[in-house]
């Protein structure tokens, strides 16, 4: 079981910047993948960025150049940098977690609860 919270969303004005971080409940080495999706109202959850435990990290790409995730590994800690924040990043953030046992070669996907980012003047 993994358990994520995620904390920093909040209200920022257009071109400023906002940084989310995601609490992981266990060690983030063992987690294969971690990283962050958005929802908007209506719609599917889509790919924000992802990183790998290599470190190889994967943007979407009207996130390239504007967001970076990273992670901080003492902490256990994932975090995603937003700059030059736009409306239409206006969404509830998700961390995302998984895991691949070693044992049975099973996927297992665990989501935060989310925290809402609005980009407004």
């Known amino acids: 079981q993994v358990q994520l919270v995620e904390s920093g969303g909040g209200l920022v004005q257009p071109g400023g910047s906002l940084r989310l971080s995601c609490a992981v409940s266990r060690s983030i080495f063992s987690i294969n993948t971690m990283g962050w999706y958005r929802q908007f109202p209506g719609k599917e959850r889509e790919l924000v960025a992802t990183m790998r435990a290599s470190g190889s990290t994967n943007y979407a790409d009207s996130m390239k150049g504007r967001f970076t995730i990273s992670r901080d590994n003492a902490k256990n800690t994932v975090y995603l940098q937003m700059t030059s924040l736009k409306p239409e990043d206006t969404a509830v953030y998700y961390c995302?977690?998984?895991?691949?046992?070693?044992?049975?070669?099973?996927?297992?996907?665990?989501w935060g609860a989310g925290t809402q980012v609005t980009v407004s003047s």
């Open positions: 995302y977690a998984k895991v691949i046992s070693s044992l049975s070669g099973s996927a297992y996907d665990y």
